[in-house]
């Protein structure tokens, strides 16, 4: 018999060149990729932020009294991502923390000027549960994370705040959709 190959080409996911956060579905379980909506690029991502935080798979071997494996103990591993946005836009800090805008603020007698804007935040969980997808450097191939558990913090990363970023993929199984998945095709940007 004569050994095949699983493969006839490799092919790799190098590198990170955006991460896309959606809308969270109305029902995950009539959810699928085409009614995904307002898919919107993070922006500036810092560079090597992005660090694999899910955990290993694993096997724990039950052995005998003489050392001798009877039996192994399976543990699935698990998928998650961290990264650091390089922003603290409005817009950033309202999509990670519900911030909300303080109409009473300054009177511009302490030499702040009447005309400052303040955002209010961390006054309630920064969680969110929605599709997310992190792209690889050429852009023509994607993981997506339909049903992620997504939960920020505001951190300081040398001398810059921004917003720290953890993702874990939540199981999912449906026809259209599952817990991970891989994304062949270049997308489009407007």
């Given amino acids: 018999m004569a050994i095949g190959k699983i493969e006839a080409l490799n092919k790799h996911f190098v590198g990170q060149s955006d991460i896309i956060m959606f809308d969270k579905p109305a029902d995950y379980a009539t959810a699928k990729l085409s009614t995904l909506a307002n898919p919107k690029s993070l922006g500036h991502i810092k560079l090597d932020s992005t660090s694999f935080t899910g955990e290993a798979a694993s096997l724990e071997p039950l052995k005998n009294e003489k050392g001798k494996i009877y039996y192994n103990l399976t543990t699935e591993g698990t998928f998650g991502f961290e990264f650091f946005a390089a922003s603290t836009s409005s817009e950033m800090l309202t999509e990670f923390f519900g911030a909300e805008t303080i109409s009473d603020t300054f009177t511009?007698?302490?030499?702040?000027?009447?005309?400052?804007?303040?955002?209010?935040?961390?006054?309630?969980p920064a969680i969110?549960?929605?599709?997310?997808?992190?792209?690889n450097d050429t852009a023509d191939r994607s993981i997506i994370i339909p049903r992620a558990k997504i939960v920020a913090n505001l951190e300081m990363d040398g001398k810059e705040i921004g917003i720290r970023v953890n993702v874990s993929a939540e199981t999912i199984d449906t026809v259209n959709l599952k817990t991970v998945m891989f994304v062949d095709g270049e997308l489009a940007y407007t």
């Avoid at 007698?109 to 209010?120: E, F, K, M, Y």
């Fill in 128 to 135: 969110l549960e929605r599709p997310i997808m992190i792209v």
């Fill in 108 to 124: 511009g007698d302490n030499g702040i000027p009447a005309s400052a804007t303040v955002l209010g935040l961390m006054h309630k």
